[in-house]
T-cell receptor, first 115, second 112 residues
Framework: QQQVKQSPQSLIVQKGGISIINCAYENTAFDYFPWYQQFPGKGPALLIAIRPDVSEKKEGRFTISFNKSAKQFSLHIMDSQPGDSATYFCAASSNSGGSNYKLTFGKGTLLTVNP | DGGITQSPKYLFRKEGQNVTLSCEQNLNHDAMYWYRQDPGQGLRLIYYSQIVNDFQKGDIAEGYSVSREKKESFPLTVTSAQKNPTAFYLC???????????FGAGTRLSVL
């Protein structure tokens, strides 16, 4: 059972355009929603994250929109640049027992920004 | 420099062979995780450990084993029972009570 569904699988955007990646979740116990960026041959790195009591968070060109009632959240990349070309993963965090948490990842979106 | 070090970067396994992937962190993080990444499949959790000498199975633990004898180290062994081991393996860690996982650069395992 896939607990975090991510779409689209791939996305091609022109330089300067807006990239939008969507995720949906089922488990209402999730309480933290990070986005990771991964370049080829590298490990994922945290891009931006949001808690469910906030509807939107913006950091530079990157914005997360969160809809708790619909159990959906999305990443918007404004003024997309060729350097943004990477794979993006949404994730959701839940308590794994004790004081630590587990992340459940979406399957990823390969973003290509054409110059 | 603080961080997570995975080695080797590339590894080749012969049929029937066990291989061990190294993961070391100097971030003083309590929890450590191993993921497997296949194209189009995202990151799937193999094993995780919240404290020394304790670890739990993730979603795809069959054919893998781990140990956590030191806080800094969480090696993953890919056993001969894992029939499809070719993948990119990622190690991550997180501080006590933290949501954010920090990843190493990965090890790419291939079968000869």
């Amino acid at each position: 059972q896939q607990q975090v569904k991510q779409s689209p699988q791939s996305l091609i955007v022109q330089k300067g355009g807006i990239s939008i990646i969507n995720c949906a979740y089922e488990n209402t116990a999730f309480d933290y929603f990070p986005w990771y960026q991964q370049f080829p041959g590298k490990g994922p790195a945290l891009l931006i994250a949001i808690r469910p009591d906030v509807s939107e968070k913006k950091e530079g060109r990157f914005t997360i929109s969160f809809n708790k009632s619909a159990k959906q959240f999305s990443l918007h990349i404004m003024d997309s640049q060729p350097g943004d070309s990477a794979t993006y993963f949404c994730a959701a965090s839940s308590n794994s027992g004790g004081s630590n948490y587990k992340l459940t990842f979406g399957k990823g979106t390969l973003l290509t920004v054409n110059p | 420099d603080g961080g997570i070090t995975q080695s080797p970067k590339y590894l080749f396994r012969k049929e029937g062979q066990n291989v061990t992937l190294s993961c070391e962190q100097n971030l003083n993080h309590d929890a450590m995780y191993w993921y497997r990444q296949d194209p189009g499949q995202g990151l799937r959790l193999i094993y995780y450990s919240q404290i020394v000498n304790d670890f739990q199975k993730g979603d795809i633990a069959e054919g893998y084993s781990v140990s956590r004898e030191k806080k800094e180290s969480f090696p993953l062994t890919v056993t001969s029972a894992q029939k499809n081991p070719t993948a990119f393996y990622l190690c991550a860690s997180t501080p006590r009570g933290g949501h954010i996982q920090y990843f190493g650069a990965g090890t790419r395992l291939s079968v000869l």
